[in-house]
């Protein structure tokens, strides 16, 4: 008697291959959708805890810092991991939350804005960064809030607007930067 041996053809194994292939693909793009969609929401939710930290500040102290242009905030840690100064104003410390008055502007915004983490999205640049790692920039008085704020990172594209510039623009506005069709496909993340 013959012993029947079958062994799989070429054909069988690049089909099995092709099959593998596929449901790779499938199963990282949807990897990488589920990962851009937690980086957008935890982007979103850090802008939502900075503009209620500053509004809790504004109620309590009666003023939001100034900025006068789109500026980066600063986020100054101490040697022990601690966050000792939060500067919406560049460099200048007039525009730092006061922390020596007997006010504490800087403890109330921290309690609201829960340092442990606020601090992990400054930790690499001394700035405050979105979760793609885009800057996060603010306005006092706003472009478009007029009379509030503006908050604005750029999301995951690292350009604000329709991919138009690194920086927003001093003219920003909704018209000029974020008119309804740019608006519709941009993927800023801000508090307007």
Request: with cysteine.
């Amino acid at each position: 008697m013959k012993k029947s041996r079958r062994n799989f053809t070429l054909i069988e194994v690049l089909a099995v291959v092709g099959i593998i292939g596929v449901l790779a693909l499938l199963g990282f793009g949807t990897y990488t959708f589920a990962m851009n969609s937690a980086k957008e929401s935890s982007s979103k939710a850090l802008i939502k805890r900075v503009e209620a930290a500053l509004e809790n500040c504004r109620t309590k102290f009666g003023y939001y810092p100034a900025s006068g242009s789109y500026t980066r905030i600063r986020v100054d840690l101490s040697s022990d991991g601690l966050v000792e100064n939060v500067c919406f104003g560049g460099t200048a410390p007039s525009n730092a939350l006061p922390s020596t008055t007997s006010n504490n502007m800087l403890k109330e915004f921290l309690r609201v804005v829960d340092e442990e983490s606020f601090k992990k999205y400054a930790e690499v640049s001394g700035y405050l960064e979105d979760a793609f790692g885009g800057a996060v920039y603010y306005k006092y008085p706003g472009n478009i809030n007029r009379t509030g704020f503006d908050l604005i990172a750029p999301g995951a594209d690292g350009k604000f607007g329709e991919g138009q510039s690194d920086t927003p623009g001093a003219s920003m506005s909704r018209t000029d930067f974020y008119s309804s069709d740019n608006e519709k496909i941009c993927d800023d993340i801000t508090n307007f």
